[in-house]
């Protein structure tokens, strides 16, 4: 399997169930972040055999220690992985490390909060919640959130000042 007998001791003790790994270099670096619908099968994948690019062969060579996240779900995993790669930044991780991913929930600090969802997280004291990864459900969500309450929706600036000076228009 591998040289390294610490490596070869992880990988044997391994769960088949659902998690996250991380693969961490010598000085205790993250290399890379990976879901795994088994964590057993697939990290053993790593290194049970001779791989094409010459990419994931130098990340393999690099590997000094892995530690795992066991969690209920695929989906759960999924959404773990996401967070971590974004937290981390891994060098190996060329996915994943924009903001292009899955939505959050944002309530707004704001005088009056508005809520909605974003795929962008701004630390403005806000409040947000996620990441989800269906759309449509977080879609359905919020609207139903809509019907039981009466939220703001618009992006008015409704400062005490603005109220004021008659600067904006309410309905």
Excluded at 37 to 53: A, G, N, Q
Excluded at 98 to 120: L, M, Q
Excluded at 124 to 138: H, I, K, R
Aim: charged share 30%.
């Amino acid at each position: 399997m591998t040289e390294n007998k610490h490596i070869e001791a992880i990988i044997r003790s391994l769960p088949e169930e659902p998690g996250v790994y991380q693969y961490f270099d010598v000085d205790g670096k993250i290399l890379y972040v990976g879901k795994a619908k088994s964590l057993k099968k697939r990290v053993s994948s790593y290194f049970s055999k001779e791989h094409d690019s010459s990419r994931l062969r130098l990340l393999v060579k690099k590997i000094a220690d892995i530690k795992t996240i066991k969690v209920n779900t695929e989906m759960d995993a999924l959404l773990l992985e996401n967070n971590l790669i974004k937290t981390f930044q891994p060098r190996y991780n060329v996915n994943l490390k924009d903001d292009k991913t899955y939505p959050w929930v944002v309530i707004k600090k704001e005088r009056f909060p508005r809520i909605f969802y974003t795929r962008k997280v701004i630390k403005d004291g806000s409040e947000y919640l996620g990441p989800f990864a269906n759309v449509m459900s977080l879609r359905a969500l919020l609207d139903l959130i809509q019907q039981l309450y009466t939220l703001r929706t618009c992006s008015l600036d409704l400062s005490p000042k603005n109220i004021e000076a008659k600067n904006t228009v309410l309905a």
